[in-house]
Each structure stands twice: as C-alpha cells, then as structure tokens.
C-alpha cells in the first residue's frame, strides 16, 4: 500500500510556486481566449451576410476545440511525468471515475468533440434536432443552442447526435432551400398553373437568383398538390419568403381560376 | 550617341488616341483598374483615418479654403454629356457581332449613361420607329394589345429605347415583355434595336433567356478617356489643378498636339481612381466631377487679376481674361452618402427594386414589394433625407452619387446585380 501511494506521487510532478504560477497563466489566457473567439467571431459575423457571415460563424467550435487542445498540451507535461506508465494510470483512473459518476456528461463532451470535426451542424447552420427546428447560434462543449422561428432558445445536448437523427437544412451553404405547398382543386390548367407558380417565384424579391426554382406537382386523390421550391437571399428570411410566396402564388393562381381546396367538412352527426 | 543626324530628325509622332466613344460587344467591357500602390495607399490612408481619425496627406490646398463654382460656371466647365456622339459610333457598328442568330441587337445601357437618349438619335440618324413602351396598367393587365399594335416587318429598323418599362417585377409583370422578346427575337418585328438598363438586363435574363443575341455596350471610360472628355479644350482655358497635390490634372505640354490634348498619354491618379470607382460609367463620373470642382479662394484670385492687369494694362479686360488660364481645383474626394448600419431588408428591397427598374414611381413600388404604404413611404423619406435616392417628377432613383454604395450594399447581401 505504501508503495502503491509512493507510485501514486510519482505520476504527479511536484508543483514549486513558478509551476503554479505557470499553470493559472495558461488556464486564464484559455479562458480569456476562448471568451473573445466566442463573442467576436459571432458579433463579426452578425455584422457580415452570405458565405463570410457562415463561415466565421463555423470556425468558433473549431477554434475553441483548438485553444483547448493547446492549453491541454501546455499543462500536461507541467502536471505530469509524460511516460507511457504515468499516461496508462491517469486514463485509467478517469475512465473509471468516468465510467461511474460523469457517464452522460462525458458523453455529451465527446460528442462535442466529433461535431466539431464530422460536423453534422455549425454556427450559422438551420437544423432539426430533437424535434426542434432553427438556427445554430452556439456550438459548446456539452451542448448546442438553436433559436427557433419563435425566437426560443433550445439547448440540446451533443449527446443526442449518438441516438437521434440530425436534419441540416443548408448545411454549411449560406443558402437553404424553403418550398411552399398548395392545394387546388382539380379542375384546373395545370401547365399555365406551373407557370404563374414561376413567376411568383421569381418575382420575389426575396429570391436568390443562383440556385435553382422548380415548381413540382403531384396528383392526390383529393386534387393536386404544388409545391414551389426556391432559396432566399439569406436563410434567416425562409420563413417570409415562404409567407411571400404563399400569399403571391393563391392570388394569382385564383387569377387563373384554381380554387383553392376546400377542407371537406363530414356533416354526420 | 547623338550623331547629327539624329539631331535633325524630327521626333515621332505619338500614335492617334483611340476613338472616345467606342461600341464593343457586353462581353468585351473592361472594367478600368486603378494601380495597385495606389490602391493599397488609398486603403493604408483610409485605415489611418479609421483608427487615428487624421489623414496623412498634406493637402496642396485646403478644402475648406475652396469655393463651391457658381451654377452657370459649373454649367460651362460640366455641361450635361451629349450623347449623339455615341449613338454616331452605335451608327458604325454595323459589322459588330455579325454572327448574331437574330435581326436584333441589345443595346445595354449602365446606369446615368442614359441610352435611352443614345437610342433616340440613332432612331433619328436611321429614320427607324420608335417603340413606346407599355403603361403601367397595360404591363399589370397582361394587355396584349400592346404587343398587336406592333407594326411587323415593312424594312424600316424599329428602336425601343426602354426594355425596362416594359416589366415589372410581379407575378402579373412578365407577360408582356416576354411577349415581345419572343416576337422581336424571331424576326416577325424585322431588324431592330432594343435598347435596356444592365440591372434590368440581368433580371431579363433570369426570366427570359437571351440565346444569340448581339449585345452592344458603350465601352467603359478608363483615366486617360475621362481626361479627354472632362478637360477637352472646349470648356475653356482653364487649368485644373489636383487639390491634393497642387499638380496639374492635365500635363501642360499634353495640349500642345492638338485640339482634342490627346498629347496626354498616361491620366492622373485623381482619374485614374474616378474611372475605377465609377467602374467605367462616363455618366457616374460626370456627376463625381461636378461635385469635386471648386473655385480657388478669394484672395488668389484677386492677385492672379492683379497680375494680369500689371502684365498688359494696354489690353482690354476681356483680352486679359482670355489670357489667364483660369484656375479651377478639384477637390480630393467628395463625402458620397453612406446607408444606416441599421439597413434591414426593406431597405435592400426597396433599393434593388429602384435599379432594376431603372426608378419607379411610389404607388407602384407598393405593387412590386411585400411593405406596408405607410413603412415604403417613410423608408423613401428617410433614404431621400440621407441623400441616397432623388425624385425625379413622380419616380424614385438611386443618387447617383450613392449608386456605388447601394451596388456594394446590394452585391454584399447577394442579391443580383449588373454584370459591369
């Protein structure tokens, strides 16, 4: 036992005060460091539009994740004899103090890690997660922020990249594409109707002219169902470019004489 | 070594000026650069006066010294472009893109470069017809008679000078003018011009593709163009002086080879840099030169007449006024209007809807954008207060001295622009 403590002590270097000292330095300039990479990019960024914004809005996670990793190598050989021996018996201890007590939380930490890298979703990104939908506004460590059209904020953690699917709606493009549906009673031209849906389309002045419109349709039994599809100028429009287009494409497709289907309402008691 | 013989040869004579107004086709423009020292210093300078808020340029003359020219003066040294000359150089383009698929040739206009005004004297010089385009109901209504009235092919040229006004930017507004692409690109009008703003263009374009055919554009204006056409010798003996550096704009000895000064071979930076900024637009650089001319002070004049009168004082005064170069500065560089750094999307809407209709009127501004009457008003209010649109009768345009702010506004935001 007492040579097990002996071997103990051995894994950890003995701190004199210069090591202390050396130790808080590097933990403050990280923390300092990381706070100004979190707030500047993204006040930058919002300052910004199209790819720029995206892109410095992307590179947050990977620069903290790269702060981190240098600070972690810093203090390492500060703390510990960096042998293979000593390097086993740390792993060790924390996979099993891991293991035990900090099972989701952990979880959740490496999760972040293989988001930043796979990247399933970055600042500035609109995804589905969890049954929400909205922007990326913050990729952390543990978990990650969206605003939602409501303007919540949801804070799921990484965790559920492991179990849950993760739907990117521009995934790293500074352009989404949005669709808007309508549903018109059969009795109508259809060929002018696709045309009129175009030209709504293009008339938008929300429109992005570099990505492509199209208008598709499919026969249902209850009549046909459009759907418009085409990319705002800035994702964060989708929701108004959408209610542009809705509110356009119903009056010019009552122009044409589509009606608009009806809910059929059972009359049975 | 100079042998004697060489002495006596008289030194060549430099190549002839290329013409001024030059036809090319679209694709052959070229935007002027400026150098890039002078680039790189200009943004050095502008980061110093970001961060210290001093420039460090010495000014040969203080601006504020400077005098703002009377409005007859300024009418003399800047009289409005005449743009017959260009319609003269379209009229002897008759080769150009011979190869084009269609009897139809594309006349694009940038901007302030008014090729409606082109057209027109070219329609005179050719006895062609010139197409009226539809009014705004007609556009809305999707009226076809418009299109029927259209006189088919007897031989005589035809000219519609707008394509523009023949939109709109609505689901209803597209009927017409692809209607008559479609009629006009086929043959069925016989040979014609359509002449059409370069932002509408590019909507056009998007709506209705424009396969073969031949698109002509006024070729821009580099430095060297810019002091040929500013300073021509008809404006007067007048000597423009750089307030900057105190150097003349146009070298003394330039004007010695000819009426036209196409002695110049090399422009100053001050035109350089106009011609850059303006990206070739003579029509912008205009506007940029009225607004950079300035009177010297007061007391400089009255000795500059001082010396005059001791010089001669056997000569007339109007001899003597003739005889002294008037001196005209230019100022540096002029404050152009900067958008709010609150500019949201209305804004962006509302300025991208004004170019690309080459200006609209209010109530159909209403049509074309999804803002509330009262919101479009007080937008078009405030943009006119910060002097970045101007009314021009009952249409809003884009200042054109904010056109270049409202392009790098636009094109940063990704919407479509103009391909000059």
Redesign the interface.
């Known amino acids: 036992m007492p040579e097990h403590s002996a071997n103990l002590a051995r894994l950890f270097n003995k701190l004199d005060r210069g090591d202390s000292i050396e130790l808080a330095l590097i933990l403050i300039a990280t923390l300092v460091l990381i706070r100004i990479v979190q707030r500047a990019l993204p006040w930058i960024a919002n300052r910004l539009h199209g790819r720029p914004r995206h892109y410095l809005l992307a590179s947050v996670p990977l620069l903290r994740l790269l702060l981190i990793g240098v600070a972690l190598a810093l203090m390492l050989p500060i703390l510990v004899e960096p042998s293979v021996q000593n390097m086993v018996a740390l792993l060790g201890a924390a996979g099993l103090a891991i293991g035990f007590a900090l099972k989701d939380y952990v979880s959740s930490l490496i999760a972040g890690v293989v988001s930043a890298f796979e990247q399933p979703y970055r600042p500035g990104d609109w995804i589905e997660l969890d049954g929400h939908y909205g922007e990326v506004v913050h990729v952390g460590m543990r978990t990650v922020a969206l605003v939602t059209a409501d303007d919540d904020t949801i804070t799921v953690p990484h965790l559920k990249l492991w179990s849950s699917a993760v739907r990117n709606a521009n995934n790293g493009s500074p352009v989404l594409q949005c669709a808007a549906v309508f549903h018109v009673h059969p009795e109508h031209d259809a060929r002018r109707a696709r045309a009129v849906l175009e030209d709504v389309a293009m008339t938008s002045p929300y429109l992005y002219f570099d990505a492509p419109v199209t208008v598709v349709l499919q026969e249902e039994t209850w009549g046909t169902k459009y759907m418009v599809r085409a990319y705002p100028v800035d994702p964060r429009q989708q929701f108004r470019f959408v209610s542009d287009l809705t509110v356009r494409g119903r009056e010019a497709l009552s122009r044409i004489g589509a009606r608009p289907l009806l809910p059929q309402v059972s009359l049975r008691a | 070594m100079n042998t004697p013989a060489a002495h006596d040869t008289p030194p060549p004579k430099p190549p002839p000026a290329p013409p001024l107004w030059q036809i090319v086709a679209a694709r052959d423009y070229e935007v002027p650069a400026d150098s890039q020292p002078a680039t790189l210093q200009r943004r050095w300078r502008s980061l110093g006066r970001l961060l210290l808020g001093t420039d460090d340029a010495d000014p040969a003359q203080a601006e504020a010294d400077l005098r703002a020219l009377p409005q007859v003066r300024l009418a003399n040294l800047a009289p409005p472009i005449d743009w017959a000359p260009a319609a003269r150089a379209l009229d002897a383009q008759e080769s150009l893109d011979a190869d084009a698929h269609t009897p139809v040739r594309l006349f694009i206009g940038q901007p302030y470069c008014d090729h409606p005004a082109i057209l027109t004297h070219w329609a005179h010089a050719r006895d062609a017809v010139v197409l009226a385009p539809p009014d705004t109901e007609q556009i809305l209504c999707a009226d076809r008679r418009w299109l029927d009235e259209l006189a088919p092919g007897t031989g005589r040229p035809w000219v519609l000078p707008e394509l523009e006004r023949c939109f709109l930017?609505?689901?209803?507004?597209?009927d017409l003018v692809r209607g008559f692409l479609a009629r006009a690109l086929s043959g069925a009008l016989g040979p014609g011009m359509i002449g059409c703003d370069s932002w509408a263009l590019a909507f056009i374009e998007?709506?209705s593709p424009l396969p073969g055919t031949a698109t002509l554009t006024l070729q821009a204006f580099d430095g060297l163009a810019l002091t040929r056409y500013l300073m021509h010798p008809d404006r007067g003996q007048v000597r423009f002086l750089s307030a900057r550096s105190g150097e003349p704009l146009m070298p003394e000895d330039a004007g010695d080879s000819g009426d036209d000064r196409h002695g110049a071979e090399t422009a100053c930076p001050e035109l350089r840099q106009l011609a850059a900024h303006c990206r070739g637009n003579p029509g912008l650089a205009w506007y940029y030169w009225r607004q950079r001319l300035r009177a010297a002070p007061e007391r400089e004049q009255q000795a500059q007449a001082g010396e005059a009168h001791h010089d001669s004082p056997q000569r007339a005064d109007g001899e003597r006024l003739a005889a002294a170069d008037e001196v005209v500065w230019v100022a540096p560089g002029i404050e152009t209007p900067t958008l709010p750094a609150e500019s949201g999307?209305d804004v962006a809407?509302l300025l991208?809807?004004l170019l690309l209709h080459r200006g609209l009127e209010s109530a159909v501004l209403g049509a074309?954008?999804?803002i509330p009457e009262g919101r479009l008003h007080s937008h078009l209010l405030r943009l006119q207060a910060l002097d970045l649109l101007v009314r021009e009768g009952t249409r809003w345009q884009v200042a054109p001295l904010a056109y270049h702010t409202v392009r790098e506004f636009l094109r940063?935001?990704?919407?479509?622009t103009d391909s000059f």
């Open positions: 930017r609505h689901a209803n507004g597209l998007r709506i999307e809407f991208h809807a074309v954008l999804p940063s935001r990704s919407y479509l």
